[in-house]
């Protein structure tokens, strides 16, 4: 391995995206990039925190099913989120819904 791309293998970039842009630890190796959820994807976290289904939030936003998994697992990524507990305490101190 050249000296450079062992260089580059250790180095760690880092994206901005205005103020929205947050650095989550996760544990001493690992950083990952958090940012606030996008309207689109709020509205996908307020369906599903209400009890919908992918198909059911599919059918409401006029998105396909897949479309809606994949927001879902993008929030949930992005979010440091491991399940639909999380999602719902995140959404109510969020202010998106509210009990």
Do not use: C, W
Request: aromatic residues 6%.
């Amino acid at each position: 391995m050249s000296k450079r791309a062992g260089s580059f293998a250790k180095s760690k970039s880092k994206r901005r995206v205005g103020k929205q842009a947050v650095f989550a630890v996760i544990s001493d190796r690992e950083t990952i990039f958090r940012r606030e959820p996008t309207r689109r994807e709020i509205e996908v976290i307020r369906l599903i925190t209400e009890g919908y289904k992918n198909r059911e939030v599919a059918e409401k936003m006029g998105i396909s099913t897949k479309t809606v998994e994949t927001h879902r697992a993008n929030i949930m990524k992005r979010l440091a989120l491991r399940n639909i507990a999380d999602l719902i305490r995140y959404a109510i101190q969020k202010g998106i819904i509210e009990i």
